[in-house]
């Protein structure tokens, strides 16, 4: 059963370096056939994937800050018809910090919206335009204290380890950023993805990325700076006062059930992995056709669902309970992971285990892929 709603909007308001369709750009938007598609995409998923009261919903996708505030306000209230709310839902926009959607953000507000999350990412502007950034520094600031005014809880992501960072130099950013006082923030490390931009760069010897000591220097003050801010590390890379962490991303990292509606859209239902089309005029042909948008309903095996369920919990400070996981997907303690590698990154100081459960250490997290690697059993990954 669906605790959370993803819903993805799949238009930006202008072409962008960072969108993930080539198709986002649309002139004239026939909202009223996008609403219609949309609930029936709801409606389908929810008749499969109902029963319990959702507990967050998310907007993301392309530029969700620019849907029309009448639109969202549509699908929150058929959300409620179809599961119920719980009493404290949190409902949450993504955002890009630019004048244009702070501008909608008032009416969003007004239509149920109570979280967003803002893009901002870097607040010096040099270090926007390398990232691909449309916004600059002054402006994502603008619309920080925008949204601080409408919603009643406010997220903004950074991005850190990029060329150049030194520790005092982050030190004095993330510093400058905790000041405004928002109750969640997430910081990343620049990652160098294969087939991208950056990828490219270093191959060709134009970007020189900070070498693996340096990198984890900047974690450990990016810990240390956020504690001591109050702002307490719940996951890898996010960090929230109590109360404040992101419950619809909680749903993904404890592997409980979401159900993903429009364009590229993805769930997971009783063990089924669903994909919607990625392409906006599949995905409305698809609805036509089928009376939803699904691609793809893919049944998970019980060790494929035992290994996405070991890396999604792993990378919480919580941990994850070995004896829940075994009881769920029928799989012995040692068919879920390498107690010799237990024992031997324990005594590293790396994870931790008390009982049935285990979890990753502060000095570890910096290595989170590499101890993954390592803790979680071969059978799983051979799966």
Known sequence: MARALYIHWPFCAKKCPYCDFNSHVRDGIDVAGWQKALLADMRSEAALAGGEALSSIFFGGGTPSLMPPALVATLLAEAQTLWGFA??????????PSSVEAANFAALASAGINRVSLG??????????????????????????????????????????????????????????????????????????????????????????????????L???????????????????????????????????????????????????????????????????????????????????????????????????????????SERFGLPRTGLVDEAAIVRLKALGLVWSDGPRIGVLPPGRGLLDALLSELVADSLVAA
Do not use: C
Not at 87 to 96: R, S
Not at 208 to 213: C, G, I, R, S, T
Not at 238 to 262: K, V
């Open 219 to 325: 974690f450990d003050i990016t810990q240390a700076l956020t504690e001591a801010a109050g702002l307490l590390a719940y996951e890898t890379s996010n960090h929230a006062r109590r109360g404040e962490q992101s419950r619809h991303n909680l749903t993904y990292w404890r592997y409980q059930d979401y159900a993903g509606i429009g364009p590229g859209a993805h769930g997971r239902r009783s063990g089924v992995a669903t994909v919607r089309h990625k392409k906006p005029e599949n995905f409305l042909a698809a609805v036509d056709r089928q009376g939803d948008g699904i691609a793809e309903a893919r049944p998970l095996a019980p060790p494929e669902q035992a290994a996405e369920a070991l890396l999604m919990g792993l990378r919480l400070n919580e941990g994850i309970d070995l004896a829940v996981l």
């Open 87 to 96: 009493p404290d839902i949190e409902i949450t926009l993504e955002a890009n």
């Open 120 to 217: 901002v990412q870097s607040l010096d502007d040099d270090e926007l335009r390398f990232l691909g950034r449309l916004h600059g520094a002054d402006e994502a600031l603008r619309a920080l204290g925008t949204a601080q005014q409408h919603f009643q809880r406010v997220s903004f992501d950074m991005i850190y380890a990029l060329p150049g960072h030194t520790p005092e130099l982050w030190h004095e950013r993330l510093t400058r950023a905790i000041g405004f006082g928002v109750g969640h923030m997430s910081l990343y490390q620049l990652t160098i993805e294969p087939g991208t931009r950056f990828a490219s760069d270093v191959r060709r010897g134009r970007l020189v990325p900070l070498d693996d000591d340096a990198a984890a220097d």
